[in-house]
């Protein structure tokens, strides 16, 4: 007689529980942008204590910062089939060890930055991280379809924090970076939230697409697209950067506004979450051109 053996699943090691939540690949992509503000910010190779310790103190905030977004969100994380599996929702942890782990995480943030950067970048670090977890997250999520936008003020800080940790204080240039990632969020996650519309539905968020319809979300996306092909020229435009960025930044933004030009005129299901993963390449390009465009000239001038 034939039998069908189920077997639970495996939870996965402690280690891997703990890295889940901190949003490793949204760290990884903070941490990034934060880097490149710490190098754009020195004409040569930059000071090593603030490339390593400024940006380790970076990544353990937006760690920390991470962590308790999935603690106050835990219970909408589990309506979702995008998050029901992270740590908290699958009981995988409890919410008290994800506490204790976030209190280590922005204590040993804030005390690296404090002590072995500057002030400065400890207190902008701080209050980005508020500004994440607190007021985003508690309030904006909830009470506004605008709250990717306003919140998003927090998530576009780290290249100022990086630059900061080099120079203890606000370049312009530094806010320049902030702008792209700032006008850069709306249709990154407007994507996302396109494809996920029921699910934010269900779970009474506010996104745009909920409050406002596919249609008027799919607008927005596209002229935040147009807004921040602007926006990016401007390093050029400043004589921040040069032709190399340039080039790159056009090729870019052609694909960007490719993207967003479909997502507007088609209803395809798969041009949402395309439009999101590009988006997140998009971004990884760009600031890696203006490393290219910072670096590749002293190069070339220091060569035989």
Not at 137 to 165: E, H, Y
Not at 241 to 264: D, E, M, Q
């Amino acid at each position: 007689m034939a039998t069908t053996l189920e077997y639970a699943p495996v939870a996965p090691p402690l280690w891997r529980r703990y890295l889940e939540l901190t949003k490793p690949r949204v760290v990884a992509l903070v941490t990034f942008t934060a880097v490149v503000g710490t190098l754009l910010a020195s004409p040569g190779a930059p000071p090593l204590e603030p490339l390593l310790w400024g940006n380790l103190g970076i990544a353990l905030a937006a760690a920390c910062a991470a962590t308790l977004n999935q603690v106050l969100d835990r219970r909408i994380d589990a309506q979702m089939a995008r998050t029901r599996a992270r740590p908290l929702p699958s009981g995988q942890l409890r919410e008290r060890q994800a506490l204790v782990f976030a209190a280590v995480l922005g204590v040993s943030a804030m005390a690296i930055l404090a002590l072995l950067v500057n002030l400065l970048t400890a207190v902008l670090t701080f209050l980005s991280l508020i500004g994440y977890a607190v007021v985003y997250t508690v309030w904006l999520k909830r009470a506004t379809s605008q709250n990717i936008v306003i919140g998003g003020a927090a998530g576009a800080a780290p290249p100022v924090l990086g630059w900061a940790a080099v120079t203890n204080g606000i370049d312009p240039n530094a806010l320049l970076l902030f702008l792209i990632i700032f006008v850069w969020t709306p249709p990154h996650f407007w994507a996302l939230a396109i494809a996920r519309r029921d699910e934010y539905a269900r779970a009474g968020i506010p996104m745009l697409p909920v409050t406002h319809g596919v249609a008027h979300t799919r607008l927005q996306v596209l002229l935040y697209t147009v807004l921040l092909v602007v926006v990016t020229l401007m390093p050029f435009l400043t004589r921040m950067s040069g032709l190399i960025y340039l080039v790159a930044a056009l090729v870019l933004n052609a694909g960007f506004l490719y993207y967003a030009l479909a997502l507007k005129i088609s209803a395809r299901e798969e041009l949402p979450m395309r439009v999101f993963r590009f988006s997140v390449t998009y971004l990884m390009w760009l600031f890696a051109a203006l490393l290219v465009d910072h670096y590749l000239p002293a190069l070339r001038a220091s060569g035989p």
